[in-house]
């Protein structure tokens, strides 16, 4: 039978539905992916073209005589501009900012075919590193309010240039959902006394059933309210209210989480469409008890339609237990070695 | 330049990027609709077909041995389900509801090739008259607390069956976005003294910049703060929480205004994929002087990406304003002329 679920943190409900219940294996869509090659002469993110994009704003490694790995530039068709002031505007009803933010772009490779999945471990941390920089750098600007960094992989999840890139958008105004997910927290922390991501994850690794890997510093899982098929979360077990706090050990190992349950996903579910983001305090509250980040990967298997729309209360057909149990099947060792041999 | 522009009723921030504007012109995309023809013989929404579904609830006309304009029927794959007792579970973080609910669709006509845009107002009305009579009736059982009517149109907004249908489902509980957008209504009634929609309705008159039609009973305009191109809302004019209250005369009009504004985005906007969604006062709070029902129109031009679902802000790239003026001036009484030439 069908069950509503109440995300414990952010108080949403979902609808489990599983009369129309599909089994993990049914969600995967074997879709046709173009064959692209590694360099593509007018991608304006392939080397070689360094000119057509707006000026760098930092590489990896840095040394700038060796080839880069990771790059980040503005947005050349950015939603926000840093070149105003912020200016807030209140004429009864109507009230807004101007446009000021930054909007960042994240190279995350030279190599035009490549996919996070399959990626060394290394090179993902090296990605995390220049997150974590300019999550920080950024976080520096007083006008700066908020940092969303995510990545769009595929069509459905919203990306126009497929050469592997993720994006960080800072906005001089805290959105109501952020705002209302740490006023939740906070009440809780006022009530018990605890943070209670800390508390979730106790009680999610006592029960195991929506775990899908737990490493030394980070757990991944489903969970239990999961909006969406596979949705997967990534916690750092220490408590940490900015994603600007992971330590160096702790860049490793979130890597490796990282890579892993992306591979999961892209072997599993036959390479889906994706975006992941990372929830993490603004520079402000970095130090706060009651709110922990974390690292969200969302799969876009299915569409929002008008009852989501309408109510945003969403509808998910997979079970989340089910879905973990499927993920922690997926031997990704060995398919990476597969997937590697097939492409040597 | 862009701006970020407050929703003055849900307090959401959402970003107006006109540095990556497009003119609404550019948003019509051209898409192969497949030739459907009047009935089809496998669709278990066509007539002949009726035993195929649940058994009805409710048709119009009532008569039964005249042939049926609209079918209410129990949906078979339902996401909640009316044979169960709601029963609520609280286990320390996880706490569920089971799946107690009414799922209904709403057969919109006989017809497998006909669109609401290009129906006469009467046929419309009827649906509407259906969507209020199931709404008041289903508001009856104290077990429901809220209830969403929804349509989907098009893949790209989630639809199934392409056989016009809208659906109704109502939930044991409230969503977080509902009660807050409830208590945000609450607090300026508490602060003010009046209707914080009719506050606003009355500066969009005034101001005309975003309206798109006016007639005597409701009002169609782009929300200041749209979320997505063409996001087009109607509004009673008299102050009104519940959707089960609309009154005769005014269905009448409701129906010209709903049947008006999807002509304009069928012929403006070349057919899009849209959503659309009646957001009512529940039953319990019908009367209350400080929320105000609307019927929101989404048509689905744009993907959500990962900023939205890292941030819960949106990025709109067409102006409101620019949207509204564009809706205006798509004559529909003359193009639904030569629509109904063109297939006659």
């Given at each position: 039978m069908s069950e509503l679920r109440q995300n414990?943190?952010?108080?949403e409900w979902v609808v489990i539905a599983t009369e129309r219940?599909?089994?993990?294996?049914?969600?995967v869509r074997h879709r046709e992916r173009k064959q692209v090659s590694s360099l593509v002469a007018t991608c304006p993110f392939c080397p070689g073209n360094e000119k057509l994009t707006p000026p760098e704003i930092l590489r990896s490694p840095a040394i700038t005589d060796v080839p880069w790995h990771v790059r980040v530039i503005p947005?050349?068709?950015?939603?926000?501009?840093?070149?105003v002031e912020p200016t807030r505007t209140v004429h009864r009803s109507c009230r807004s900012v101007n446009g000021f933010g930054v909007h960042d772009v994240i190279?995350?490779?030279?190599?035009?075919?490549?996919v996070l999945a399959l990626m060394p471990d290394s090179y993902v941390e090296e990605i995390l590193h220049i997150y974590k920089t300019r999550y920080n750098e950024i976080s520096?600007?007083?006008?700066?309010s908020h940092i969303t960094i995510f990545k769009n992989h595929g069509i459905d999840a919203g990306?126009?240039?497929?050469h592997p890139h993720s994006q960080m958008i800072a906005t001089p105004v805290t959105s109501l959902q952020v705002r209302e997910r740490f006023q939740h927290a906070l009440r809780y922390f006022d009530d018990f006394g605890e943070c209670m991501f800390c508390q979730m994850l106790e009680e999610e690794l006592q029960q195991q059933?929506?775990?899908?890997t737990v490493s030394e510093h980070f757990v991944a899982l489903e969970p239990?309210?999961?909006?969406?098929?596979?949705c997967t979360h990534i916690y750092p077990r220490?408590?940490?209210?900015?994603?600007?706090?992971?330590?160096a050990v702790e860049m490793t190992d979130l890597a490796y989480m990282l890579r892993s349950m992306l591979a999961k996903l892209y072997h599993g579910l036959a390479d889906p469409d994706f975006n992941f983001t990372i929830r993490s305090a603004a520079a402000e509250s970095a130090?706060?008890?009651?709110f922990h980040w974390y690292l969200s990967v969302i799969p876009r298997l299915t569409r929002v339609a008008g009852f989501e729309l309408g109510s945003g209360m969403f509808i998910n057909t997979v079970l989340p237990e089910a879905a973990a149990e499927f993920l922690r099947k997926v031997d990704v060792e060995r398919l990476n070695g597969t997937a590697v041999a097939a492409t040597s």
């Open positions: 414990f943190a952010t108080k219940a599909r089994r993990p294996e049914e969600m947005n050349k068709f950015a939603a926000l501009s840093r070149d190279i995350e490779t030279p190599d035009h075919a490549q520096l600007d007083p006008r700066i990306t126009s240039l497929e059933v929506r775990i899908i239990y309210a999961s909006p969406a098929p596979f220490r408590h940490m209210a900015s994603f600007g706090d992971v330590g130090g706060v008890k009651y």
